[in-house]
């Protein structure tokens, strides 16, 4: 894995998803209320597009339309739904956010 420097963190808005491109990767950060963020794939094998859009709600992030959850932590789609979406670990230097990719 190699560690590659995403944004700032600074740029990053408590709940609102934001998109960062590596190589050819799409990259959904998040950022809780608590500060903790978080880097899945911007990818729902549930609904063949991107997850950009939902909910964060703690360590979840939910899915309006169809009504499902994801962990933010693991990247499991929750029951009674399920799948799993790829996790990059998240390093905070400063205001410098790092993705292991």
Same mark, same amino acid.
């Given at each position: 894995?190699?560690?590659?420097?995403?944004?700032?963190?600074?740029?990053?808005?408590p709940?609102?998803g934001?998109? #960062?491109? =590596?190589?050819?990767?799409?990259?959904?950060?998040?950022?809780?209320?608590?500060?903790?963020?978080?880097?899945?794939?911007?990818?729902?094998?549930?609904?063949?597009?991107?997850?950009?859009?939902?909910? #964060?709600?703690?360590d979840?992030?939910?899915?309006?339309?169809?009504?499902?959850?994801?962990?933010?932590?693991?990247?499991?789609?929750?029951?009674?739904? +399920?799948?799993?979406?790829? =996790?990059?670990?998240? +390093?905070?230097?400063?205001?410098?956010?790092?993705?292991? #990719?």
């Amino acid at each position: 894995m190699t560690k590659v420097l995403a944004t700032k963190k600074s740029k990053l808005i408590p709940r609102i998803g934001r998109l #960062v491109t =590596i190589g050819e990767k799409r990259i959904a950060l998040f950022q809780t209320t608590t500060e903790k963020v978080y880097a899945l794939e911007d990818y729902c094998p549930l609904t063949d597009s991107p997850i950009l859009e939902g909910i #964060v709600s703690g360590d979840f992030l939910y899915e309006p339309m169809r009504e499902y959850k994801i962990s933010l932590v693991s990247g499991e789609i929750q029951e009674p739904d +399920e799948g799993q979406l790829t =996790i990059y670990p998240v +390093e905070i230097s400063g205001d410098d956010v790092y993705l292991e #990719v």
